[in-house]
């Protein structure tokens, strides 16, 4: 079960809540659990939080609006760490437009982003289809990250030397006494 990562802007957040019962079949079918913020509980260290879940995400979704893009926290310290496990390959990053902004030269410009073509949810004639959309192209990621993932230990077991066999000399023999 690969864990998802939400990094979003609070005014984001109707937009949010709607995206993740989108993907109750993708948690109902085991492949997704997810994690925001607003899971942080009484007591609980917000900054260390975020970042333990943040270090531990396989795919992290960055909800992208003009709000994400002002708001320091998000910009700077969430999708700059996301992207450097990102380019260290150790965590997917799926940018979700969610209302229009100018998001092509931030530094996940460079990604492919959800919905399709880059537009944005708020833009679709339907919020249902492009949360749709967004929903398929996860999926698709999940698979493509578990078959590179199958192929990466193929390799790994390719090589890795095979155990020796111990030859064992056909000369020793035990001696067979028995008594009565």
């Not at 100018?102 to 289809?129: E, N, Q, R, S, Y």
Request: hydrophobic share 40%; net charge negative; charged share 30%.
């Amino acid at each position: 079960m690969a864990s998802l990562f939400f990094s979003y802007s609070h005014v984001d957040e109707d937009l949010r809540n709607q995206l993740e019962k989108h993907l109750s079949a993708l948690k109902h079918q085991g492949l997704i659990e997810t994690w925001h913020d607003r899971r942080i509980e009484a007591g609980q260290a917000f900054d260390q939080e975020i970042d333990a879940h943040l270090e531990a995400a396989e795919v992290i979704l960055l909800l992208i609006s003009s709000d994400f893009l002002a708001s320091d926290y998000c910009y700077k310290r969430e999708m700059a760490r996301a992207m450097e496990r990102h380019e260290a390959r150790e965590a997917i990053i799926i940018p979700v437009i969610l209302r229009p902004c100018d998001w092509h030269d931030t530094p996940f410009g460079k990604l492919m982003a959800a919905p399709k073509d880059g537009l944005a949810v708020t833009k679709w004639p339907d919020i249902d289809d492009a949360f749709l959309d967004v929903g398929t192209a996860i999926k698709g990621s999940l698979r493509s990250r578990g078959s590179r993932r199958h192929a990466e230990k193929a390799a790994t077991r390719a090589r890795t030397p095979a155990a020796v066999p111990v030859v064992r000399s056909s000369n020793l023999r035990v001696k067979k006494e028995f008594t009565d």
